[in-house]
């Protein structure tokens, strides 16, 4: 009886000491508003809407940096992701390239935030010529390859399709976005169900872009028999994303 007695009170005791390491534990990261992933939050707010997003029409000197954008391609900024799989995050230095011969900005919070890592912070807490510690919104698992080089051959330079439409086929309208955050579910599925679409494989008027031969190695085009132009799909091979 005092033996039964002694494991209760030990077992209450695991239990109460288990909720209270639940209650205390770190509570997951906010999700958006659609659940598709955690709303990071960046050291600097980025306004993609105005660096990518579209001019405004009534003010073609593009004076007010409150209202338009500036409609730069996604790869000036994101350069290598036309030549290897990852887009990469554009230097300090770019930024600062063209934001020290931008006057009208530099007393924005944002702007001078940019600054402390190019100068310096006063209070010291920044050295000179710090990166800016940006954190990745697109975060694929670590046994999943996604080779953006291939994708921009394929819909930018073969489809002639604008940067932005083929970017944002799963990075969404990151043109009307602040701080960019995650739109498309990059599930395996909604990656399968791209690659099992017939997707032209010539530009507009037929003209074939590109190596094909290296391009459509696995997935030989064929003719449409409605129009002639030639489609092919995305590769299948589970090797192809999990390397």
């Known amino acids: ?3 039964m007695l002694s494991l209760s009170i030990l077992l209450m005791g695991l239990f109460a000491a288990a909720s209270s390491y639940a ?4 509570q997951p990261a906010p999700m958006t508003e659609d659940s598709l992933g955690p709303q990071v939050v960046q050291p600097i707010e980025f306004p993609h ?17 409150l209202k338009g954008g500036m409609e730069i391609d996604c790869m000036y900024c994101h350069t ?38 190019w100068e310096g912070s006063k209070d010291g807490k920044i050295a000179a010529k710090t ?6 919104v697109h975060d694929l698992p670590d046994f999943v390859r996604f080779n953006h080089e291939r994708h921009i051959k394929r819909f930018i330079e073969q489809q002639n ?24 579910g990059l599930t395996m599925g909604w990656c399968a169900s791209c690659h099992q679409k017939d997707h032209p494989v010539t530009a507009e008027g037929g003209t074939p872009v ?22 092919a799909r995305g590769p299948n091979d589970c090797w192809q994303c999990h390397k």
């Open 1 to 3: 009886m005092h033996r």
């Open 131 to 136: 990166p800016v510690p940006w954190k990745k």
């Open 23 to 26: 209650a205390d534990a770190q």
């Open 161 to 184: 399709r604008p940067t932005q439409e083929a970017c944002g086929y799963c990075h969404g309208d990151v043109k009307g976005m602040t701080v960019a955050r995650r739109s498309k």
């Open 49 to 65: 809407n105005r660096h990518a997003g579209l001019r405004n029409p009534s003010d073609p000197t593009n004076s007010d940096p």
């Open 80 to 117: 290598y992701a036309r030549r290897s799989a990852v887009a990469g995050i554009p230097p300090l230095q770019k930024c600062i390239g063209c934001h020290q011969s931008i006057e009208t900005v530099r007393e924005m919070p944002r702007i001078k935030q940019l600054f402390e890592y």
């Open 210 to 231: 590109g190596n094909q031969a290296y391009w459509y190695s696995f997935q030989k085009p064929v003719a449409d028999a409605s129009g002639g132009a030639a489609k």
